[in-house]
T-cell receptor, first 109, second 114 residues
Framework: AQRVTQPEKLLSVFKGAPVELKCNYSYSGSPELFWYVQYSRQRLQLLLRHISRESIKGFTADLNKGETSFHLKKPFAQEEDSAMYYC???????????FGSGTRLQVQP | DTGVSQDPRHKITKRGQNVTFRCDPISEHNRLYWYRQTLGQGPEFLTY????????KSRLLSDRFSAERPKGSFSTLEIQRTEQGDSAMYLC????????????FGPGTRLTVL
């Protein structure tokens, strides 16, 4: 079964510190990886996906097939980055997203 | 608001009762998905539709659960004979066939089974 693992339930950093939210996935076929974010009292929304190789709100994520990882990084955290972050995957021929259990990022002033 | 909408936002019911939730996707979106999210977990896939056809169902979708999308627009998710374990947030999402599978989520319906 396809799995997505986010080992940290909570990550607390100070404003201006670097952030790395970890995501590992089980090796299976050719997954497409995503990061979704949920800010307080807002709905779940797409942050970025690996195929577009873009940077959104200063966040980047690189797919490392050797380590089966898709860690989310930002060099300087901002207070407005505080949110719940979910790593997710789909697989060839499927549309369903498989989510990790999420990591809550707290950026302290 | 032209995003995905869900109704009701909250539902409290007694064990054994039937409940029905509605999802209205973004108007031009062909695909519609249902997920369930319990406390401390990420969303879990239940089922998805392309237009009116139900193309995939998770093994999580027991025979007490049924979903429909009769005209390829809004969808309903019914749970019969609710159990306390059904208490969760039920999320709906929609996407375009020609998109890169970016799914747009609704606010969810929180179900509490007493």
């Amino acid at each position: 079964a396809q799995r997505v693992t986010q080992p940290e339930k909570l990550l607390s950093v100070f404003k201006g510190a670097p952030v790395e939210l970890k995501c590992n996935y089980s090796y299976s076929g050719s997954p497409e990886l995503f990061w979704y974010v949920q800010y307080s009292r807002q709905r779940l929304q797409l942050l970025l996906r690996h195929i577009s190789r873009e940077s959104i709100k200063g966040f980047t994520a690189d797919l490392n097939k050797g380590e089966t990882s898709f860690h989310l990084k930002k060099p300087f955290a901002q207070e407005e980055d505080s949110a719940m972050y979910y790593c997710a995957r789909t697989d060839t021929g499927r549309r369903a997203l498989t989510f990790g259990s999420g990591t809550r990022l707290q950026v302290q002033p | 608001d032209t995003g995905v909408s869900q109704d009701p936002r909250h539902k409290i019911t007694k064990r054994g009762q039937n409940v029905t939730f509605r999802c209205d996707p973004i108007s031009e979106h062909n695909r519609l998905y249902w997920y369930r999210q319990t406390l401390g977990q990420g969303p879990e896939f239940l089922t998805y539709f392309q237009n009116e056809a139900q193309l995939e169902k998770s093994r999580l979708l027991s025979d007490r659960f049924s979903a429909e999308r009769p005209k390829g627009s809004f969808s309903t998710l019914e749970i019969q004979r609710t159990e306390q374990g059904d208490s969760a947030m039920y999320l709906c999402a929609s996407s375009l066939i020609l998109s890169s599978n970016e799914q747009f989520f609704g606010p969810g319906t929180r179900l509490t089974v007493l």
